[in-house]
């Protein structure tokens, strides 16, 4: 919250914003603005562990937008060639701002693209929490066998509109009724409550940690000090 309201005390000292978090201490190397430019760097960052020859994995996020920059098939392509320890993890929620898969994409799955680079590609039901754990869990077993990457694409949808000004009106009203019936929050805590993992109390409990936790962040990030203009070319490349 504070990274985001700009404030000193943000993960980037409020130079980041929501666009460029990025935290190195828990291995996050940040987030990019640039449709498709963290491709590459999950690339690099999956290099480096080789080269280091530590066991690490690296996860690259992006959307099906994404999948069609330059930069999603030069970097899949040259982490196939390395067999690097990369997991690819296309959220595919339909959309790419305002325009539909279908527009502007022949093929209906996103992982076929991996056959193009001779790795493993799988479609996973993104809004089911154990079904995305277990392609992970493979994946990750791959990469640190030394077989390479894998493509994992996540099938979901986008709850609201591109930003909190996109009122989604190209989307058809049926379409979304339907994908909220399949939030991954409570169909995952029915599972669990199914699977007699999980109590109402214990979900009444956590929901309430997690309302105070964000409640705690937004207090603190409002309370933060904005970075002085003396402090400006601080902690930046330049
Ligand atoms: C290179 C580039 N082109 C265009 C944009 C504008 N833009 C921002 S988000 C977005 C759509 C991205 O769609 P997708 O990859 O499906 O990601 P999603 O937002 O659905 O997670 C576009 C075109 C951008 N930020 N960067
Ligand atoms: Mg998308």
Not at 179 to 188: A, Q
């Amino acid at each position: 919250m504070a990274e985001i309201l700009g404030k000193k005390t943000g993960y980037c000292r409020g130079k980041g914003g929501s666009m460029h978090i990025a935290d190195f201490s828990v291995g996050i190397l940040g987030a990019t603005a640039v449709v498709g430019a963290g491709i590459p760097i999950a690339t690099g960052a999956g290099l480096s562990i080789k080269l280091r020859g530590t066991h690490q994995v690296v996860a690259g996020f992006f959307g099906d937008g994404a999948s069609n920059q330059g930069t999603f098939h030069e970097s899949i392509n040259m982490a196939a060639i390395w067999s690097l320890p990369v997991i690819f993890v296309c959220e595919n929620n339909l959309y790419a701002m305002g325009t539909r898969q279908s527009m502007v994409m022949k093929i209906e799955s996103i992982s076929e693209r991996a056959v193009a680079y001779g790795i493993p590609g799988v479609t996973v039901d993104g809004n089911d929490v154990l079904a995305v754990y277990e392609a992970t869990q493979n994946a990750v077993n791959h990469a640190r066998d030394g077989e390479g990457p894998t493509l994992i694409e996540c099938k979901t949808y986008r709850h609201k509109g591109h930003s909190r000004f996109d009122p989604a009106t190209y989307r058809p009203k049926e379409e979304v009724e339907e994908w909220l019936k399949r939030d991954p929050i409570p169909r995952f805590k029915a599972e669990l409550r199914k699977m007699q993992l999980l109590t109402e109390q214990e979900a009444k409990r956590i929901e309430q940690a997690v309302v105070s936790d964000v409640e705690q962040a937004v207090k603190f990030a409002a309370e933060s000090p904005y970075p002085a203009p003396e402090e400006a070319l601080e902690n930046v490349y330049r």
